[in-house]
């Protein structure tokens, strides 16, 4: 073992500036967009297998759904509305039960801890998660829809906007999934509001809107999802007004940029404690 000097290595610093000595030693930090692709990627390949089961109950809970509500609706804008909320369910099912459930386990056994050492920015951290389970109700989510557009006679021709639905509404649950998560003080609570949303989305999603009190419409009308349903089910019709579907789904992506912002504070806030 070689023994150096102290003077040497005193002098191998000596032009070396203060900050640049500590940037070296900690490393950039990583920028959002390569963060949150690394993110997505590594949430993607660790919920695979582990997701892939729940999604299939996702899948065959809405079939299930569209099964029951066809001895109950015959057609017409009620089967629009079953169609459109039974596929917008599956979304539902895994960015508000499974992203809670995971936030809410993350934070418990201090998994925060270990993203908090990375040098990557807290958004990278919830919007990878986010769209990692997005991307698991795509497959059961055109199931669904083109199921139950066969089983109630409505046209295939617009279910291409499902391209825009699924993303848009994933992400207005995924950021209140998460941030129910990371709000919740113990993993059980939790796991309850997360099936307390879902539960919602299946109350106020899949039944007829014409069939309901008028309180439960405007409880119907702060769902984020319930835009998503509206979107599609307009779609249905012989002569869709775009204008509308637009809309609703201008009004999903609104609800999702200020939900993914909350789920990014709560992850701030969980993180330093």
């Not at 967009?33 to 089961?53: D, F």
């Not at 958004?123 to 059961?140: C, D, E, I, N």
């Not at 509001?193 to 106020?204: N, T």
């Not at 869709?240 to 009004?251: I, K, N, S």
């Amino acid at each position: 073992m070689s023994v150096v000097p102290a003077e040497v290595l005193q002098s191998s610093t000596r032009g070396v500036p203060e900050q640049a000595r500590g940037e070296a030693e900690l490393g950039p930090r990583a920028r959002l967009w390569p963060a949150l692709g690394a993110v997505y990627r590594a949430q993607l390949s660790r919920a695979r297998v582990a997701r892939i089961p729940l999604l299939f109950v996702a899948t065959f809970q809405s079939i299930g759904i569209l099964i029951m509500m066809r001895g109950v609706v015959d057609g017409g804008s009620e089967a629009e509305s079953v169609v459109a909320g039974s596929a917008v369910l599956v979304v539902a099912f895994v960015a508000l039960n499974l992203l809670a459930q995971y936030f809410g386990q993350l934070r418990a056994s201090g998994g925060l801890d270990h993203y908090a050492t990375l040098p990557v920015p807290p958004a990278a951290v919830v919007l990878g998660a986010a769209a990692a389970y997005a991307s698991f109700t795509v497959p059961g989510t055109v199931i669904t829809a083109v199921f139950g557009c066969v089983l109630f006679g409505l046209p295939l021709t617009h279910l291409w906007v499902l391209a825009a639905v699924i993303p848009l509404a994933g992400a207005a649950l995924s950021g209140l999934g998460a941030a129910c998560g990371l709000l919740a003080p113990r993993p059980e609570l939790a796991t309850l509001l997360g099936q307390l949303g879902m539960s919602a989305a299946l109350l106020l999603g899949v039944l007829p809107a014409d069939r309901m009190p008028e309180a439960v419409r405007l409880a119907r009308d702060l769902l984020p999802s319930t835009y998503g349903v509206e979107a599609l089910a307009r779609t249905f019709g012989a002569h869709p007004h775009w204008g509308y579907v637009l809309g609703d789904l201008a009004v999903c992506a609104g609800v999702g940029v200020a939900s993914l912002a909350v789920a990014t504070w709560a992850y701030r806030r969980a993180a330093v404690r």
